[in-house]
């Protein structure tokens, strides 16, 4: 580490280079174009280097931010991968969608005055460099033999994949979709995540020796038995994500058009409706679209709308612009493509025609009152205030619970009465030996990096587990 | 990537495949259904699975081609792969307590195919099975030998009577209820008209009756919401909570104006894959080849 080196004390972060919002709004190319090597560099010089190091206890996969970075200034990126890659197996994935405000960047010394270190953007620097310029030098480790089962390849699954074959286990990923990734190529968009760059990580954890099973789903083609008693897995973890949609249960939500985020985004995405019909999977839209919520996945449905070519899109959130629960960068970007905050209005039916087709949606204005359990103001209907709005697509995206196929087919998984798989907080462990769980499955849906530190701790507690049945024996 | 293993036309527009898929073949259970994808760019379909060889490790579908993807898949020679072949989806469908009771097993058209292992397994737990299967004509007539060998009765309408017994299938059912005929559950699987025929018919006669709802899919693992249909009021996935419901349940009404969510784009597909077949149709034998 240099010592010498005198920090960089600009206030401001390097600009990250973005596709114009007039331009962006109507092509699925990323919108961040990402750092120069140059740019990564001086934004680098920027980290104090603190001996506390507060950033990294704000990474839930602890990544060692300041020595990273400390490579990076001193322009050794591989350095910098190795680095990097040692704690986290997706860092170009993490790089482009974690919540770094209110993640290790909060924690950022240089963020109390000013604006933080860009950790999130040098990390992605670092992650594409690699991918780009790195010769193969990935070899697996030696295999101890000890086979482990991963259910599910979203960022869950595939860090703990990564963490045990890092370790020398015999690690398969199975996935129920036809490609690996999960939520990473199915739910966020390409403009966010390119998905050639989710299967580039998913290929350097192949070289780490991770095999990946496509077209399976557990529970059905397995049981959770068969894979330990059969095909001889001494572990399984399970991370098969939140991927049951909720529906808001008022009039016409059945109507033709109406679609939950997950369907309209995973025709989108995984299946490239986009490109029909040379994409045998249709999607249609119409001019006018509506998107009911106010997370990322919402801002996803909408801005991905957009680029389908609708002439209006809307955000319809019960609440006000302060408690949208998308990342701030997220509803900035929508707004500034020309998404239409439609704000303190709640559906209270889908309006259709005799056909059974959306013709527009029915809101009433709310007003925000006494703070709820949640520490928001409760959004309160104002009697009288309904209206409507004309449409040809809904797009419900309010949320979803744990996908209900693998409590379903385990009788002895012990879940909560909303759907969660019951853990250990400590090590992740399910009430059934030998199966751990983590991510969205355990949680209900919640962030890429939040899943991912749950696949690394269940990686730790499998390793102990496996070591210390084998040394029993 | 799953292989033909055999391949076999069953009318001139239903065709049956065998397909190499030994993991699935081990657990596919009356009722369930499997997702098959073409190639690459293939759209996810789901049909219910017709028959299993745990031996030959291979899984029998049953199709009609009537879309792109079901078009592409019939013109499939044995040897050739297809991109996924997933399953078994679904709930199996609850047959275990009707041994020595009184089923009529209804099958519309390519329906049939799919209520043949629901009566094959009956047949075989010793329930009475009474099968009656409709078709618009007598060409289209399928597995009548296979349907005679697993059910005590079979009776076989078609639309226009080419076949001698003209009528629909709710004719046939109607007749033997009428004539003392006691059923303690009534199976119906087929177009979604004829599903709800059946169901309007055996409701005044308080006769328990069960559909296969084959909905529009794209995961079927509960995680899009495509295929949700009302059941008793509430709102259910075909995938995960069926494909089996209770008839007298389901609102076929939405569920008919759903299926119809892509027809647009469906006929579209049709006849650019017609014209595709066409041009590669050989002027001396008729046949399509293969590309």
Redesign the interface.
């Known amino acids: 580490m240099n010592e010498k080196r005198k920090p960089n004390m600009s206030p401001v972060k390097v600009t990250m280079p973005e596709q114009p919002a007039d331009i962006r709004r109507s092509n699925f190319g990323e919108v961040a174009l990402g750092y120069t090597a140059e740019m990564a560099m001086e934004e680098a010089t920027r980290c104090l280097q603190c001996k506390h190091q507060p950033c990294v206890q704000g990474c839930p996969v602890n990544v060692r931010i300041p020595e990273f970075i400390a490579k990076v200034a001193e322009g050794d990126f591989l350095e910098a991968y190795r680095i990097l890659s040692s704690t986290n197996s997706l860092p170009a994935v993490c790089g482009r969608v974690c919540p770094q405000e209110k993640q290790c960047e909060e924690r950022c010394v240089r963020g109390i005055k000013h604006e933080s270190v860009g950790i999130g953007r040098i990390e992605r620097f670092v992650a594409d460099w690699y991918l780009e310029n790195a010769k193969d030098e990935l070899v697996p480790p030696p295999c101890n033999n000890r086979k482990v089962a991963i259910v599910g390849s979203g960022p869950a699954g595939l860090t703990c994949a990564g963490d045990l074959a890092k370790l020398g286990y015999d690690v398969t990923v199975f996935e129920a979709f036809h490609v690996a990734g999960g939520v990473l190529m199915y739910g966020i968009p390409e403009f966010r995540l390119p998905k050639t760059l989710v299967q580039s990580e998913i290929k350097l954890l192949s070289k780490l020796g991770v095999k990946i099973k496509c077209d399976m789903v557990i529970g059905r083609v397995f049981s959770l038995d068969e894979l330990m008693e059969e095909e001889g897995f001494d572990a399984i973890f399970i991370g098969s994500g939140a991927g049951l949609p909720s529906f808001m249960n008022i009039k016409g939500e059945n109507l033709n058009q109406v679609y939950s985020a997950n369907e309209f985004l995973t025709r989108v995405n995984l299946m490239q409706a986009w490109r029909w019909p040379e994409a045998a999977t249709p999607i249609s839209i119409g001019k006018c679209v509506a998107v009911i919520g106010g997370g990322n996945v919402a801002m996803d449905a909408a801005r991905s709308a957009q680029r389908l070519g609708a002439d209006k899109v809307y955000i319809i959130y019960r609440r006000s612009e302060e408690e949208l629960p998308a990342r701030l960068e997220e509803v900035e970007h929508a707004k500034e493509e020309g998404i239409i905050f439609k704000l303190l209005s709640n559906p209270v039916e889908v309006l259709g025609n005799d056909e059974g087709w959306v013709t527009g949606i029915r809101c009433i204005a709310m007003e925000l009152g006494e703070p709820d359990a949640s520490g928001r103001r409760r959004p309160v209907a104002i009697p009288g205030s309904e209206f409507d709005i004309e449409l040809d697509t809904v797009i419900v995206a309010i949320g979803q619970s744990p996908n209900p196929l693998l409590r379903d087919t385990t009788p002895d998984l012990k879940c909560h009465s909303w759907g969660g798989i019951v853990v250990d907080e400590e090590t992740l462990a399910t009430s059934k030996e030998g199966v751990w769980a983590g991510g969205d499955a355990v949680t209900g849906a919640a962030t890429v990096i939040l899943a991912m530190g749950a696949g690394k701790q269940a990686a730790a507690s499998i390793d102990e587990y496996i070591k210390a049945k084998y040394e029993e024996t | 990537m799953n292989r033909i293993v055999s391949r076999e036309v069953l009318n001139s527009e239903t065709v049956m495949l065998d397909i190499e898929a030994p ?2 073949a081990r ?1 596919a259970l009356p009722g369930q259904f499997i997702i098959f ?2 190639d690459e ?4 379909i789901p049909l219910t699975v017709a028959g299993t060889d745990t031996e030959k490790g291979t899984v029998r579908i049953i199709f009609q081609m009537v879309g ?2 079901t078009m592409q898949l019939g013109r499939k020679q044995v040897g050739e792969t297809i ?7 679904g709930r199996p469908s609850e047959l275990d307590h009707l041994a020595g009771k009184n089923v009529a097993v209804i099958g519309g058209g390519l329906g049939t195919a799919i209520a043949y292992p629901q009566a094959t397994y009956l047949h075989k737990i010793g329930a009475h099975v009474d099968f009656i299967a409709g078709f618009r004509t007598k060409d289209l007539i399928i597995l009548e030998d296979e349907m005679r060998a697993v059910s005590d009765n079979l009776y076989v309408a078609t639309d226009d009577g080419s076949n001698g017994k003209k009528g629909f299938v709710t004719d046939v059912l109607k007749e033997l209820i009428d004539a003392g005929k006691h059923y303690d559950l009534v199976i119906a699987i087929g177009p979604l008209v004829m599903m709800r025929a059946v169901a309007n018919l055996t409701k005044p006669y308080n006769i328990d009756t069960l559909v296969s709802m084959n909905t529009i899919m ?2 079927g ?6 295929c ?3 059941v008793g009021g509430e ?1 259910k ?1 075909s995938c ?1 909570d069926g494909p089996d419901f209770d008839a007298h349940q389901v609102d076929f009404d ?1 569920a008919i ?2 299926s ?3 027809l ?3 006929a ?2 049709r006849e ?1 894959e017609k014209e595709k077949e066409e041009s590669h149709r050989c002027r001396l034998t008729g046949e399509v080849r293969h590309e």
């Not at chain 2, 760019?41 to 996810?44: I, M, V």
């Not at chain 2, 991109?83 to 989806?89: E, K, M, Q, T």
Request: glycine content about 10%.
């Open positions: 993991a699935i657990k994808r073409v760019l293939g759209e996810r792109k993807s991109a996924s072949f997933v399953g078994p989806l794209v995961d693992t509960g995680m899009c919401g495509c949700r249909l009302t709102i996935f995960v939405e104006r759903r119809k969510a892509y647009k784009q469906e579209y597909d650019r």
